[in-house]
């Protein structure tokens, strides 16, 4: 079997409609959005479009997200629109699918079928890949996230719920970002501007906050030594001035921040490594004074807030 994108994209439709999932749909769109967080949401540029949203979340949650009865909503499709023998040739190629990040290499005018194929750079791969949304706005060198699965004769048909990733991917970030797993909620809650910010696995360890700014910057020069990382070394001022630009507007962006973070990283480092720089970057952003906030940094903010929020929280209980 040949699978290609308009057939993909049927699928996902039934899915997306079909009454029988419609409860798995609600859970799963409580999940993949994170609705029970009571944290503000503030989509960066175009990401927050209802359309958009909804393509990447029937992606993620057709071709990732199991049933209870341990089986992909793309299954139930397949099984209700694919008849033997093809069927057990298409569940094949979905359980095949892959999220990543690639580089757009090249993208050709077009191709059959009402789709066109573009070829993207994953580490040292670089995969033929078929769309009917993706092309017409992707270009050359520029990074996309995105569900791929093989089409059953070499290449890879690319699922619609797919991002653009908000930098340039430099080498240097691609070496860095080479071998991370990607977790398409936790990719939602970056491009939410959620305060958790991270696309790659955490440690399961993690350190305890510091107590302030010097000591967050002290930890910081710390792992800038042992990682031979010049451009990480900085005093308490310089990272006042690098953090204040992201922190001191209408909408922070701590997206931006640790983006810019980022190509000061000039070694080529590990996931758990990258992930304890950022950790440490996001400890000196929660300590940061802000002028705006009588100098106060939003760990001391989030301490003031909680007795007020226990406060509002024992009154609104009833009497029994």
């Known amino acids: 079997m040949t ?51 909804e393509r990447r979340f029937l992606s993620w949650f057709c071709l990732d997200h199991l049933l209870p009865n341990d089986t992909l909503p793309i299954e139930q499709a397949i099984r209700a629109l694919v008849l033997e023998p093809k069927r057990a040739a298409a569940t094949g190629l979905v359980h095949r699918s892959r999220y ?4 757009v290499k090249d993208i050709l005018p077009g191709a059959a079928g009402g789709s066109q194929a573009f070829f993207l750079q994953v580490n040292r791969e670089q995969l033929g890949v078929y769309s009917t949304t993706a092309n017409a706005s992707l270009r050359r060198g520029e990074g996309v996230i995105l ?19 908000p930098t340039s991917i430099t080498p240097a970030l691609r070496r860095q970002l080479r071998g991370v797993r990607f977790s398409p909620p936790q990719v939602e809650r970056y491009l939410q501007c959620r305060p958790i910010v991270m696309v790659v696995p955490r440690n399961a360890a993690r350190q305890a906050p510091s107590k302030g700014l010097a000591e ?81 940094s939003a760990h001391q903010l989030a301490l003031e807030s909680k007795p007020a929020e226990k406060t509002r929280r024992r009154s609104s209980r009833k009497e029994p």
């Open 147 to 165: 569900y791929l699965a093989p089409n059953g004769s070499g290449g890879w048909v690319a699922a619609p719920g797919w991002v653009r990733w």
């Open 100 to 103: 990543l990040l690639g580089v």
């Open 216 to 296: 967050a910057v002290q930890r910081m020069s710390d792992a800038a030594r042992e990682l031979d990382e010049e451009g990480l070394a900085l005093s308490n001022e310089e990272w006042q001035d690098f953090v204040l630009p992201y922190l001191m507007r209408e909408k922070p962006s701590p997206q931006r921040y640790i983006q810019q973070l980022l190509t000061r990283v000039h070694k080529t480092v590990d996931t758990d490594t990258l992930n304890r720089v950022v950790d440490l970057a996001m400890d000196i952003w929660n300590h940061t004074p802000q002028p705006d906030q009588a100098g106060k």
């Open 3 to 53: 699978l290609n994108p308009l057939t993909l994209e049927k699928w996902i439709d039934w899915c997306a409609r079909t009454p029988e999932l419609a409860t798995a749909r609600n859970q799963a769109w409580r999940i993949f959005f994170d609705l029970d967080d009571p944290s503000l949401i503030e989509y960066a540029d175009d990401y927050g479009a209802l359309e958009e949203r």
